[in-house]
Nanobody
Framework: QVQLVESGGGLVQPGGSLRLSCAVSGSIPSPNVMGWYRQAPGKQRESVAVFVNGGNTNYAASVKGRFAISRDNAKNAVYLQMTSLKPEDTAVYYC???????????WGQGTQVTVSS
């Protein structure tokens, strides 16, 4: 079974940058939808950035222009490059993979991002 492991979170000051990594064990199914989600305390989990087969991407309005999702096929990894971070970006960030062929999905364990001065 495919497994996802996030890393790269940490404490950063407002305006700073971080790059999150999602390491995928096993073969990434195709077609698929891969994305980053986040959940702040007391809040619902929300979509941040989604990377769809064919190269299409979708971003939450709150992060568009600041975050970028990318993939390294050779390393079987997906990244979330975050710049101009704001305190409201503070959350646990999760990597998610949806296998469109059979409808199954999986989540990583999450990585904490804290934006504070």
């Amino acid at each position: 079974q495919v497994q996802l492991v996030e890393s790269g979170g940490g404490l950063v000051q407002p305006g700073g940058s971080l790059r999150l990594s999602c390491a995928v064990s096993g073969s990434i199914p195709s077609p698929n939808v891969m994305g980053w989600y986040r959940q702040a305390p007391g809040k619902q989990r929300e979509s941040v950035a989604v990377f769809v087969n064919g190269g299409n991407t979708n971003y939450a309005a709150s992060v568009k222009g600041r975050f970028a999702i990318s993939r390294d096929n050779a390393k079987n990894a997906v990244y979330l490059q975050m710049t101009s971070l704001k305190p409201e970006d503070t959350a646990v960030y999760y990597c998610h993979l949806l296998n469109i062929r059979d409808g199954t999905d999986c989540w990583g364990q999450g990585t904490q991002v804290t934006v504070s001065s």
